[in-house]
Nanobody, 118 residues
Framework: QVQLVESGGGLVQAGGSLRLSCAAS????????NAWFRQAPGKEREFVAS????????YYADSVKGRFTISRDNAKNTVSLQMNSLKPEDTAVYYC???????????WGQGTQVTVSS
């Protein structure tokens, strides 16, 4: 069992920055990949970014490349998402996810709201 808890969401103006954190607990040794997803009201959940267990491999959605940075600190069992140059279209509930298989995501956090105003 793995538990994930997101924090750091809030309201920010367009062009601003926000840093999200995900705290993992339980059997964290089983996690191979961590990722962030987001979901806006009435829309499908979409992939934002992922990072491998070593931190050496990252992937980003085209919509956030150059603006968002995902990182992890295995000693602290945390994963972060630094979001810069935020746009109103970034408004969504952001979810932390973890994968054991490196293909499918097995664990999910409760989500944290990010609202970007113009």
């Amino acid at each position: 069992q793995v538990q994930l808890v997101e924090s750091g969401g809030g309201l920010v103006q367009a062009g601003g920055s926000l840093r999200l954190s995900c705290a993992a607990s339980g059997r964290t040794f089983s996690i191979n990949v961590n990722a962030w997803f987001r979901q806006a009201p009435g829309k499908e959940r979409e992939f934002v970014a992922s990072v491998s267990r070593s931190g050496g491999t990252t992937y980003y959605a085209d919509s956030v490349k150059g603006r968002f940075t995902i990182s992890r600190d295995n000693a602290k069992n945390t994963v972060s998402l630094q979001m810069n140059s935020l746009k109103p279209e970034d408004t969504a509930v952001y979810y932390c996810a973890a994968s054991r298989s490196s293909v499918n995501y097995d664990y999910w956090g409760q989500g944290t709201q990010v609202t970007v105003s113009s």
